[in-house]
């Protein structure tokens, strides 16, 4: 070995025996077989900055003989960096891979763990232990002796060094760190403490993040100038010159303090790349919202005048008819102010991939990284689907295949579909997709497919050869559409395969049964008891769902699932092979100069049984956090529904751009509009909701950030745990004008431990030292929030370094990480690993913990999301909202008109819990802006518009059958307070039509669908909520049914036919009864005003024309009553002619045709 020596230095070969070594990585906290170069893992092989060290290890049942090699770091020798050195060792593929890949793992309540593998599973090889880095010792290091180069020693070599040794470390000689009290800055104004205001909601307050990690202690301040010591980090010449006062400069020369003149080629900029922005802020045009603004202003006066108006100005001959119409018209005010205020700020972002490619992708090897492996964070993302039937597999194999084509480091990625029904469907149809994969992928990656979801890419009507360079692209694609067409016939045809599969092996079964029974002497005619089972293809049973729901197999009862069906993959491309179309599919297209490599896929259904509450979605996704975290602990996670795709391949990378940004660390996810396929072109229902996602969204961009809505967003993990921000602004005084920032990163004695009896909260203080690292009580205090698993535990510390930003980015007073130090390979799993993942989605896991109360998504609620992303915004987070020129991401949207009032009904539910419950704005704490609390205020509030909102559209009716009108007389003073009202909501439509990108089209759909969803779900969603609220009573709700407009298109049906379809629903008797009342009464008014000797053109007029706005914004309603081709159903003219009936005898009962109420005897039976 020292032969082959670069250098010519002495070198030193020690020979240690020792037991096997366990190792942590950044991507998960279990420990692994892998070596790794992660700045806080332990591995053994770590490089002090005096040399390096090469290792070869010979593996033996008996022993580990480790041959270290020693070389002195010279002039001519340079520090290799750690991904440089890993690369010296020599690899073996994991033993374990194949085994972890073939392995269903289940388990659950009363039910040990098991692994059901099909192929036989390999042995661990030994496993060596760290030793102590003083040659001759072969103890283990002891916690805290390690220095800052990662030289690590027994507690007796630490004791020898600092008193025979003069503090200094043998590794780099430098001496030893002292513990020292870091200073604090709690508020850049002169604050000195960081308590809570007692008023302040308790459930979340501030919970600083815990730094535990097993290994090497996470660096504190991270100066540059110790790059010499730490060479996993980047040298900065600028900050250099600044620490140490210091005059090398341009050219290695001696740099004149006046400065210097260069003639020809001005000077480098040594920080040009650390000061490009990744995202920029775009105001909005001074010409466009100055007169917004004022506009808002004007109006809010006039609407305060002309109710003063009605308030002084009753209508004596008719009271009850103005108490009521200025009762509502005061509601509506106050619902269009809590609508508009939050909208004085609006924004738009534009992002700068180009910056992101610089400055975390390496397109040449250098020393630091020589692989030129991606420094960006790894990413997790979530898809959910609950059933088969209702959530066809198709649609979710399609969104599963955009995911793994999207282009970000496929390394980083790791995808998991949650299977909330336990499906044998789903789960075949994922395995489907991800054998489909390994042509679809390469393909979109070869020809720069768009979009990646391949039945919306073949569906598209515009030259796929548009933009297409490559000669082999018409070849390639006739190929892969002809395997896409058979990947289609097997995902439908599975439910029938598998229940002709499950047949088959059940009457196997029966026969074997009958014979066994034969034998045994028994009776033949006796009935037997035989399960009928669902069968995978392997002839073993299904262990979720069976379709004859038997006992431990049902919907609600069954195992918890994991199934890694794509490993991960290695941190090097791998190109594939020239086109053999006779071969295997892999090979159907030229991939020679194609990355081919996959991103890890994952199937988890998680536990359910009897007795337990599942929680619906937030649980689901809960379970994912959980076994993610063990899994792949990626940095940030993506949530996405069943039915969105991937609709722009760089849109995580544009999301990234906000996070990894200066600033970055206060956002706790960045959410993307929700764009919609397969509507109708009339938008006939407002299911594009552009209003609220370009003007409400873009809006609260101006604030504090977004809602989050469930779909299509980028969450930083720590955020989902319910940690709060490195920094937060309180805002005190009226209307928060006050300001005072706060670190939230205070350090407290380990014994400060704040408990609040109320709701068991505990708080943490974050330290950095050892001691507090190694505080058993501060461990129980995390494991008592998070659960027993202490491999999620440990990720915790990992997930934060992860999603840090660079030193030169970070904010005042938090930490950051060096440039490169994720540019690591991700561990190899294990079946240890897997059993944790498996433990942790169990039904009884979340009891006595935190989870849905303020860790992970919040339960109690069916719009979860919204409570969800308001508990971070009161921690003192911020959300960014990221529209990009391409849409991020499509799905689908229900068409039918019954489909939608109970989607909206939902929403509106979800918003009546909110405001009965804590998580009411009102509540919120001093870390929300007011303007943000306006805006969630009225998320909770809206719901309660419905009741004055069906009591004014009856109105118009009661005024013509009445013969009054709400004011006196249609005067001057009353039209002109009329006109300008009108004129002025027009004239802000107009404004943010401008300013926010919608048409007028959509903006009036909106306006349609509001007084629709007013008049008939919202009414009902308060109702259901009171009982709730006030009696317990649960409320349930279906799924929203989600298809592919283009296969129907394909099976040569009507794209839009579920548009005509009708279903009957009692939400829709509101609506009905609004238009019947307010027709029959214009046919009343007009013929009593035509032969009346005195007629009232005035009142007439008023009346009418209100009349006239309630019937047309219901117009889109009574269209979807009449179906295709004005086919109006029996139903409709039942419950029309029911009304009629009623409306006319009350009408006769209260205006007689005696013309005196009292001469008229008419009585109800």
């Known amino acids: 070995m020292s032969t082959n020596s670069p250098t010519s230095s002495p070198v030193k070969i020690t020979v240690t025996s020792s037991g096997g070594s366990r190792s942590k990585g950044l991507t998960s906290p279990v420990p692994r077989h892998s070596i790794s170069n992660s700045p806080i893992s332990g591995g053994e092989n770590r490089r002090a900055s005096t040399g390096r060290y090469l290792s070869l290890s010979k593996d033996s049942a008996d022993e580990f003989v480790a041959y270290t090699v020693q070389i002195p770091a010279t002039p001519d020798n340079r520090i290799l960096s750690d991904s440089q050195a890993s690369s010296l060792h020599l690899e073996s593929k994991h033993p374990n891979e194949s085994f972890i890949r073939d392995t269903i793992f289940t388990g659950g309540f009363n039910s040990a763990t098991k692994a059901h593998s099909v192929k036989p599973a390999g042995e661990d090889g030994p496993r060596s232990k760290n030793v102590c880095g003083m040659e001759g010792c072969d103890e283990n290091p002891t916690p805290g002796t390690q220095c800052d180069c990662g030289f690590r020693l027994c507690g007796d070599c630490y004791s020898d060094c600092i ?156 009271k009850w008819l103005w108490l009521m119409s200025v009762i509502c018209e005061i509601w509506f005010a106050f619902s269009w102010l809590l609508d508009q205020l939050p909208k004085i700020c609006p924004v738009r972002r534009v992002t700068d991939l180009s910056v992101l490619t610089e400055r975390f992708e390496y397109p040449e090897p250098n020393l630091r990284n020589p692989k030129k492996l991606s420094d960006l964070p790894g990413i997790d993302i979530f898809v959910s689907t609950a059933d088969p039937e209702k959530e066809p597999p198709l649609v979710t194999a399609n969104t599963i295949l955009s995911i793994l084509a999207v282009d970000y480091p496929v390394e980083k990625l790791a995808c998991y579909l949650s299977d909330d029904g336990g499906s044998l469907v789903t789960f075949e149809a994922l395995a489907e997709a991800a054998s489909f994969a390994r042509i679809w992928v390469p393909f979109c990656r070869k020809h720069n497919i768009e979009p990646r979801n391949p039945e919306s890419y073949f569906a598209q009507k515009r030259d796929p050869l548009k933009n ?124 020679t100069e194609v990355d081919i490599r996959l991103p890890m896929l994952v199937y988890v259904s998680r536990e359910k049984r009897p007795g337990f509450d599942h929680n619906k979605k937030a649980g689901a996704m809960n379970a994912l956090v959980r076994a993610s975290a063990i899994m792949s602990n990626g940095p940030f996670v993506l949530n996405l529904d069943c039915d969105h795709y991937v609709y722009n391949s760089m849109a995580l990378k544009e999301g990234m751009c906000f996070m990894l940004d200066r600033g970055g660390d206060k956002i706790c996810f960045v959410q993307f509009p929700q764009r919609f396929e397969g509507i109708d072109p009339n938008d006939r229902y407002a299911n594009h909701n552009t209003v609220f996602f370009d003007v409400s969204m873009r809006a609260l961009d101006g604030l504090q950030g977004p809602m989050y809505v469930g779909t299509g967003c980028i969450f930083r993990r720590i955020a989902i745990y319910g940690f709060s921000p490195p920094r937060a602004t309180e805002h005190h005084g009226w209307f928060g004008t006050c300001k005072i920032r706060k670190l939230l990163r205070r350090k407290k004695p380990v014994k400060v431990v704040e408990e609040r009896e109320e709701d068991g909260e505990i708080l943490l203080p974050i330290n950095g030292d050892d001691e507090y690292e190694r505080d058993e009580f501060a461990r129980a205090s995390l494991a008592k929030q998070f659960g027993n698993s202490s491999s999620l535990v440990d990720s915790i510390a990992v997930a934060e370094f992860g999603g840090r930003l660079l030193h030169e980015l970070r904010g005042k007073g938090c930490l950051g990480r060096p440039a490169g130090s994720l540019a690591v390979q991700r561990e190899p799993l294990d079946a240890a690993a897997l059993a944790e993942a498996v433990s942790s989605i169990t039904c009884f896991y979340e009891e006595k913990t935190e989870w849905g109360k303020r860790v992970g998504w919040i339960y109690g609620s069916v719009t979860e999301d919204v409570v969800t992303g308001y508990r971070m915004h009161n921690r003192g987070w911020r959300s960014v909202y990221c529209v990009t020129k391409r849409d991020a991401f499509r799905g689908t949207a229900p068409i039918n008109l019954t489909d939608r009032l109970n989607q909206v009904l939902r929403w509106a539910t979800g918003s009546v819990e909110i405001f009965f419950s804590r998580n009411n704005a009102v509540l919120a704490s001093r870390r929300m802006k007011f303007l943000q609390r306006v805006a969630y205020f009225n998320v909770g509030i809206y719901p309660f518009t419905s009741i004055f909102l069906l009591l004014y559209c009856i109105l118009p009716a009661l005024s013509l059958f009445s013969g009054e009108f ?20 027009c004239l802000l439509a107009v404004l943010e039509i401008k300013w926010s990108g919608i048409t007028l089209h959509d903006w009036w759909r909106n306006e349609q669908f509001w007084l629709i969803g007013g008049t008939s779900a919202h009414p009902a969603a308060v109702i259901q909520g009171l009982l709730k609220v006030i009696a317990g009573i649960d409320i349930s709700f279906t799924l929203t049914s989600k298809s592919s407009a283009s296969s129907a298109a394909e099976e040569g049906g009507d794209e839009f036919a579920e548009l005509y379809e009708f279903r009957w629903s009692t939400l829709m008797i509101p609506p009905i009864t609004i238009i019947m009342f307010n027709a029959i009464a214009i046919c009343v008014a007009l013929s009593r005003t035509v032969y009346s000797t005195a007629p009232q053109w005035s009142k007439l007029v008023g009346g009418v024309f209100f009349s006239f706005w309630v019937l047309s914004h219901l117009y889109p309603f009574a269209k979807g009553l009449m179906g295709r081709r004005g086919k109006i159903p029996t139903i409709v003219f039942l419950w029309s002619g029911l009304i009629c009936i009623v409306i006319s005898m009350l009408t006769v009962y209260v205006y007689p045709p005696f013309g005196n109420q009292g001469s008229f005897t008419f009585q109800f039976p």
């Not at 395969?497 to 196997?508: G, L, T």
């Not at 729901?549 to 941190?571: C, F, R, Y």
């Not at 709400?966 to 909501?985: E, H, K, N, R």
């Open 966 to 985: 709400i004011v006196q007389s249609l005067d001057v003073t009353f039209l002109t307070f009329l006109l300008s009202i009108t004129v002025s909501l």
């Open 163 to 318: 008193s025979t040794g003069n503090g200094r470390c043998p590794g780099c000689k430098d001496l030893y760190k002292q513990e020292e009290e870091e200073e604090e800055e709690e508020e850049y104004a002169g604050v000195e403490t960081d308590e809570e205001d007692p008023k302040s909601e308790a459930k979340d307050h501030a919970n600083p993040l815990p730094s535990w990690s097993r290994g090497a202690k996470l660096e504190k301040n991270f100066s540059l100038v110790q790059s010499f010591k730490n060479p996993n980090h980047e040298f900065d010449h600028t900050r250099w010159l600044f620490e140490t006062k210091g005059t090398y400069g341009y050219g290695n020369a001696l740099w004149p303090r006046g400065g210097a003149e260069f003639h020809d080629n001005p000077p480098p900029d040594f920080s040009d790349r650390r000061n490009k922005p990744l995202t920029r802020k775009v105001s909005i045009s001074a010409a466009i919202i100055s007169p917004y603004r004022l506009l808002m202003a004007i109006r809010f006066v006039v609407l305060g005048c002309f109710l003063a108006w009605r308030i002084l100005h009753p209508n004596r001959n008719a």
């Open 468 to 591: 297409k360079v490559k000669l082999d692209f018409v070849r390639d694609r006739r190929r892969v559409k002809r395997e896409y067409d058979e990947f289609k016939v097997r995902i439908n045809a599975l439910p029938e395969s598998i229940r002709r599969r499950s047949d088959a092996y059940n009457a196997q079964a029966e026969m074997r049964a009958k014979k066994k029974q034969i034998e045994l002497g028994a009776n033949p005619s006796d009935p037997l008891n035989v399960p009928k089972a669902t069968w995978m293809s392997d002839g073993s049973h299904w262990h979720g769902t069976w379709s004859s729901s038997e006992e431990g197999h049902t919907k609600n009862d069954h195992e918890g699932i994991i199934q890694i069906m794509l490993v991960p993959a290695s941190s090097e491309p791998v190109y594939g092979n020239e086109a053999d179309e006779s071969s295997s599919n892999s090979s159907l297209i030229d991939t």
